[in-house]
């Protein structure tokens, strides 16, 4: 499988590495040394998702990782996973996962 990932894994090894930083694709890109439309196309076509989606579900697999095995509080997960606040942070793990952080 990373054979089929290999255009876009520099993009995925950074989302990996910085899941709460604002990336916008332009910059992923970048990374890929792709034009942006081009890349979104290839990273659907590797991944099944969106670059969008893929950060997204990564940031909630990661948050949901804390809230199981650390003592930190909804509000500091939600920052470290670049959700900006609970409220939000609280809707998109409830629609992901189908359960609330807390």
Same mark, same amino acid.
């Given at each position: 499988?990373?054979?089929?990932?290999?255009?876009?894994?520099?993009?995925?090894?950074?989302?990996?590495?910085?899941?709460?930083?604002?990336?916008?694709?332009?910059?992923? +890109?970048?990374?890929?040394?792709?034009?942006?439309? /081009? =890349?979104? &196309?290839? %990273?659907?076509?590797?991944?099944?998702? @969106? !670059?969008?989606?893929?950060?997204?579900?990564?940031?909630?697999?990661?948050?949901?990782?804390?809230?199981?095995?650390?003592?930190?509080?909804?509000?500091?997960?939600? +920052?470290?996973?670049?959700?900006?606040?609970?409220? /939000? =942070?609280? &809707?998109? %793990?409830?629609?992901?996962?189908?359960? @609330? !952080?807390?």
């Amino acid at each position: 499988t990373m054979r089929v990932l290999e255009p876009v894994l520099p993009a995925i090894r950074f989302i990996e590495s910085n899941p709460a930083a604002p990336l916008s694709n332009r910059e992923l +890109a970048q990374r890929c040394h792709m034009s942006e439309s /081009y =890349f979104i &196309r290839r %990273f659907h076509e590797c991944v099944q998702q @969106t !670059p969008k989606q893929y950060l997204l579900e990564r940031r909630v697999q990661i948050a949901a990782q804390q809230l199981l095995f650390s003592n930190h509080s909804i509000d500091r997960i939600a +920052a470290e996973t670049g959700f900006g606040n609970r409220f /939000y =942070f609280s &809707r998109i %793990f409830a629609q992901k996962t189908g359960v @609330t !952080p807390a």
